[in-house]
């Protein structure tokens, strides 16, 4: 079965950090782009990230400002998503998605996981 699992959600205070994971099985990771959204409660999903195949292109959001990093495993069928210097504003559910391009928009993307929820307190 095709399967996206991420992990590494939790509560933080502002200014922390978190480390998110994201595990495939039943498809290829490294055929694929990798990327990350999120959603708050009342808002619409909105990009995070995304890296390329290969890892060696990546695309932020605006609001990351240098705070997260993308990265891959292929070898390990695992993504991840290095948050630093957390924010309150920064609380959401993240996704990990699974596409064929560097698209900051959910539609371009087709293997989701069920998310991980990051709460940062103020």
């Known amino acids: 079965q095709v399967q996206t699992v991420e992990s590494g959600g939790g509560l933080v205070q502002d200014g922390g950090s978190l480390r998110l994971s994201c595990a495939a099985s039943?498809?290829?990771?490294?055929?694929?782009?990798m990327a990350w959204f999120r959603q708050a409660p009342g808002k619409e999903r909105e990009f995070v990230a995304t890296?390329?195949?290969?890892?060696?292109?990546?695309d932020y959001a605006g609001f990351v400002k240098g705070r997260f990093t993308i990265r891959r495993d292929n070898a390990k069928n695992e993504g991840y998503l290095q948050m630093n210097s957390l924010k309150p504003e920064d609380t959401a559910v993240y996704y990990c998605?699974?596409?064929?391009?560097?698209?900051?928009?959910?539609?371009?993307?087709?293997?989701w996981g069920q998310g991980t929820q990051v709460t940062v307190s103020s």
């Open positions: 039943g498809w290829t990771f490294s055929d694929y782009v």
């Open positions: 998605a699974a596409g064929f391009s560097l698209a900051q928009h959910a539609g371009g993307y087709f293997y």
């Open positions: 890296i390329s195949r290969d890892g060696r292109a990546a």
